[in-house]
């Protein structure tokens, strides 16, 4: 019985040997020498360096689009009544407060804004508010205080009128001027 055990066990070992040894020769080794005499070693490397180098490009474009994208979004929604900025805004924030940081020269004005719900006095002063939040984080985000100039508008530019939630919504909001 162990006798007919080992038998089953070597012509098995053989015919593995003889499957492995028929595909030892793949495409990939014989496309791994070029015809300059560069060894599979230093081909392997070099395509290695080019698929490193052709994904670090990906990458870099694909981080160019979205600071572009972000760099784009120039206008913060509020809540009612309120003037922190949400928490959304904050990825967005933080490449304006990048691209100011690297262009020293670069400037902007936050214009702050409000719905027509409440007095005048108070809605220039929670745009005020509002504008001076969105300042503060570019701020401690690494752009300089001299770059940028708030003022509020309070209702008196609203970007939607008519007395709806949809119109309120559009009017409570900070926007980035470029000057």
């Given at each position: 019985?162990?006798?007919?055990?080992?038998?089953k066990?070597?012509?098995?070992?053989?015919?593995?040997?003889?499957?492995?040894?028929?595909?030892?020769?793949s495409?990939?080794?014989v496309?791994?020498?070029?015809?300059?005499?560069?060894?599979?070693?230093?081909?392997?490397?070099?395509?290695?360096?080019?698929?490193?180098?052709?994904?670090?490009?990906?990458?870099?474009?694909?981080?160019?689009?979205?600071?572009?994208?972000?760099?784009?979004?120039?206008?913060?929604?509020?809540d009612?009544?309120?003037?922190?900025?949400?928490?959304?805004?904050?990825?967005?924030?933080?490449?304006?407060?990048?691209?100011?940081?690297?262009?020293?020269?670069?400037?902007?004005?936050?214009?702050?804004?409000?719905?027509?719900?409440?007095?005048?006095?108070?809605?220039?002063?929670?745009?005020?508010?509002?504008?001076?939040?969105?300042?503060?984080?570019?701020?401690?985000?690494?752009?300089?205080?001299?770059?940028i100039?708030?003022?509020?508008?309070?209702?008196?530019?609203?970007?939607?009128?008519?007395?709806?939630?949809?119109?309120?919504?559009?009017?409570?909001?900070?926007?980035?001027?470029?000057?």
């Amino acid at each position: 019985m162990k006798t007919n055990q080992i038998a089953k066990m070597a012509f098995l070992l053989i015919t593995l040997f003889t499957i492995a040894a028929c595909s030892s020769t793949s495409e990939e080794a014989v496309s791994t020498e070029t015809a300059g005499g560069e060894s599979g070693i230093d081909a392997t490397t070099r395509r290695t360096q080019e698929l490193a180098a052709e994904a670090a490009a990906r990458a870099a474009a694909a981080e160019e689009r979205v600071r572009s994208a972000a760099l784009g979004t120039t206008v913060f929604y509020f809540d009612f009544d309120v003037s922190e900025f949400r928490a959304a805004d904050r990825d967005v924030l933080n490449f304006h407060a990048r691209d100011l940081a690297a262009n020293s020269n670069k400037s902007i004005r936050l214009e702050g804004h409000a719905d027509e719900r409440g007095t005048r006095e108070y809605n220039i002063a929670l745009g005020e508010r509002r504008a001076e939040a969105i300042q503060n984080y570019l701020i401690v985000n690494g752009a300089a205080r001299r770059q940028i100039e708030t003022v509020s508008y309070g209702e008196e530019q609203p970007a939607e009128q008519g007395s709806s939630e949809r119109a309120y919504q559009a009017n409570r909001r900070v926007q980035i001027v470029t000057e």
